[in-house]
């Protein structure tokens, strides 16, 4: 059973049946994801819903549900990840991350979660460094980074290897403990 974590507004969690059809829709809406090159199909977004789900099972962290703990629903997942993409020099390494729906941006939410999750990241997992990074136009999570403690790593920015040359978000940016 996954760890379970929480702030007063929030609940990291396992993924349930009931988070799919939220994730989906999350996954297809253009706002949502106007910092990543593409949207997901259904496909897709059950697909992933199933590997994240089982990879945080088996383990001690990784993509938790984030749920709204007032309303009970579904916002989306702010986690740990462990990453590996080839040609990126800081690879691999474990990455903090978040993708909440539109609905929930702007309120803090992503800070919240971010921050507890940072400290069970060195806490206790143990790990000595965690990295984050976004493509470079998506301010409102560089903002996160910077106010959950990350530092500006810009000798490690990338363009990413699995996005096309032409694509608008190719260039990321890197922050990390």
Same mark, same amino acid.
């Given at each position: 059973? /996954?760890? %379970?974590?929480?702030?007063?507004?929030?609940?990291?969690? /396992?993924?349930?049946?009931?988070?799919?059809?939220?994730?989906? $829709?999350? =996954?297809?809406? /253009?706002? =949502?994801?106007?910092?990543?090159?593409?949207?997901?199909? /259904? !496909?897709?977004?059950?697909?992933?819903?199933?590997?994240?789900r089982d990879?945080?099972? %088996?383990?001690?962290?990784?993509?938790? $549900?984030?749920? %709204?703990?007032?309303?009970?629903?579904?916002? +989306?997942?702010?986690?740990?990840?462990?990453?590996?993409?080839?040609?990126?020099?800081?690879?691999?390494?474990? !990455?903090? +991350?978040?993708? #909440?729906?539109?609905?929930?941006?702007?309120?803090?939410? $992503?800070?919240?979660?971010?921050?507890?999750?940072?400290?069970?990241?060195?806490?206790?997992?143990? #790990?000595? !460094?965690?990295?984050?990074?976004?493509?470079?136009?998506? #301010?409102?999570?560089?903002?996160?980074?910077?106010?959950?403690?990350?530092? %500006?790593r810009p000798?490690?920015?990338? $363009?990413?290897?699995?996005?096309?040359?032409?694509?608008?978000?190719?260039?990321?940016v890197v922050?990390?403990?």
């Open positions: 059973m /996954a760890v %379970e974590l929480q702030t007063p507004r929030v609940l990291l969690r /396992a993924w349930r049946e009931g988070d799919l059809e939220p994730w989906v $829709a999350l =996954n297809s809406d /253009a706002e =949502n994801l106007r910092f990543f090159p593409r949207l997901y199909s /259904a !496909e897709e977004s059950r697909a992933s819903h199933t590997r994240i990879l945080l099972n %088996e383990n001690s962290f990784g993509l938790w $549900a984030a749920e %709204e703990r007032s309303s009970g629903q579904f916002m +989306g997942f702010v986690g740990l990840a462990r990453q590996e993409i080839p040609g990126v020099s800081f690879m691999p390494c474990h !990455e903090i +991350g978040w993708r #909440l729906d539109k609905k929930y941006w702007g309120k803090g939410y $992503a800070t919240e979660a971010a921050q507890v999750v940072l400290n069970f990241g060195f806490g206790e997992v143990g #790990l000595k !460094e965690i990295f984050s990074f976004t493509a470079a136009q998506n #301010l409102p999570s560089i903002n996160v980074m910077r106010k959950i403690g990350l530092h %500006e000798e490690l920015n990338f $363009a990413h290897p699995r996005i096309d040359d032409a694509s608008p978000v190719k260039f990321h922050y990390s403990t």
